[in-house]
T-cell receptor, first 111, second 116 residues
Framework: NAGVTQTPKFQVLKTGQSMTLQCAQD?????MSWYRQDPGMGLRLIHY???????DQGEVPNGYNVSRSTTEDFPLRLLSAAPSQTSVYFC??????????FGSGTRLTVV | DQQVKQNSPSLSVQEGRISILNCDYT??????FLWYKKYPAEGPTFLIS?????DKNEDGRFTVFLNKSAKHLSLHIVPSQPGDSAVYFC???????????????FGQGTILTVHP
């Protein structure tokens, strides 16, 4: 039981490049989500999914895409990276109404 | 519009004493509240939660209090230990059928330092 696994742990991108942040969980959780953490702002919800094939936007969705083809995986795509997307990204999973389990994070720098 | 606020960026406490972390919210549709603890370079770890039908929930050294009329919750850690030094986030979500159901809204976090 690996919990929530995020890859990569660190990434540096140039402005305009695209990339995918991977998130996988092996706990059969229905709910998966992506957050970004910026200094002084806590964690903000980017996108979330309540099950395979179902996704929706959170508080800060612009510039990001998601899909959920399986229960286990919930990748986050940056379409055209911008310096404003420099942040630490966390994936979380769980059952709605209970505490969610977070991954260890991906630190992304866009130059 | 910050719907969940932690107005104290930091708190310093002596080992063995009580730590009290506070959190205020503005959205009356929130009905489930959580506290997370975060160490540097790690993801947040779930600590304790409380539903709006309760006003107190305990788990070992950790107790969460909810005052719905004041839209205020607090986390008490007794006794505080040096290993409790971390960033603490409160979070809230709404009830089933509401737009915030299942989605966590976080406060900005409070850095707790427990001195030996």
């Amino acid at each position: 039981n690996a919990g929530v696994t995020q890859t990569p742990k660190f990434q540096v991108l140039k402005t305009g490049q695209s990339m995918t942040l991977q998130c996988a969980q092996d706990m059969n959780h229905e709910y998966m989500s992506w957050y970004r953490q910026d200094p002084g702002m806590g964690l903000r919800l980017i996108h979330y999914s309540v099950g395979a094939g179902i996704t929706d936007q959170g508080e800060v969705p612009n510039g990001y895409n998601v899909s959920r083809s399986t229960t286990e995986d919930f990748p986050l795509r940056l379409l055209s990276a911008a310096p404003s997307q420099t942040s630490v990204y966390f994936c979380a999973s769980g059952f709605v109404g209970y505490g969610y389990t977070f991954g260890s994070g991906t630190r992304l720098t866009v130059v | 519009d910050q719907q969940v606020k932690q107005n104290s960026p930091s708190l310093s406490v002596q080992e063995g004493r009580i730590s009290i972390l506070n959190c205020d919210y503005t959205n009356s549709m929130f009905d489930y509240f959580l506290w997370y603890k975060k160490y540097p370079a790690e993801g947040p770890t779930f600590l304790i939660s409380i539903s709006s039908i309760k006003d107190k929930n305990e788990d070992g050294r950790f107790t969460v209090f909810l005052n719905k009329s004041a839209k205020h919750l607090s986390l008490h850690i007794v006794p505080s230990q040096p290993g409790d030094s971390a960033v603490y986030f409160c979070a809230a979500s709404g009830n089933a059928g509401g737009t915030s159901y299942g989605k966590l809204t976080f406060g900005q976090g409070t850095i707790l330092t427990v001195h030996p």
